[in-house]
């Protein structure tokens, strides 16, 4: 899958998102890298990120809906959920086109999940 695909499926993931969740995400960005940093890596774990096996798919860097006090949106940077593409190639490549964009959705939707507070528990659950 080349850059721009990959870009593409991750944009028509945020397009599944309902309408009422939209309404809701405000100070969140989402971009796309090849690879997680070491921090990344070091930094992830199971209550803001996508794994499968050893590889970080996805993660969410900011400070979740349910967390949010009076206080914020004081000067804080906007909160990132980045997908890794090269994770998803090594895991799902393999399995075809149409099962990686479907790993694709589900990571995009399992960091938005963080984003609203949610937990492994919860995400695992609803099938995320």
């Not at 070491?38 to 803001?48: F, K, Q, Y």
């Not at 940077?77 to 998803?88: A, C, E, Q, R, S």
Request: with cysteine; charged share 35%; net charge negative.
């Amino acid at each position: 899958m080349t850059d721009e695909q990959f870009e593409r499926a991750v944009e028509d993931a945020l397009d599944t998102i309902p309408e009422r969740f939209w309404e809701q995400l405000d100070n969140v960005i989402f971009a796309v890298e090849d690879e997680p940093t070491e921090e990344e890596l070091s930094g992830s774990g199971d209550d803001n990120a996508s794994f499968s096996d050893d590889e970080l798919l996805g993660l969410y860097d900011g400070t979740p809906l349910t967390e949010r006090d009076s206080f914020y949106g004081t000067g804080e940077l906007p909160d990132v959920i980045t997908i890794f593409k090269g994770p998803h190639e090594r895991c799902f490549e393999e399995l075809g086109e149409a099962a990686l964009r479907d790993e694709i959705r589900r990571t995009v939707i399992h960091e938005v999940g963080h984003y609203f507070g949610n937990d492994e528990e919860t995400l695992a659950e609803m099938g995320y």
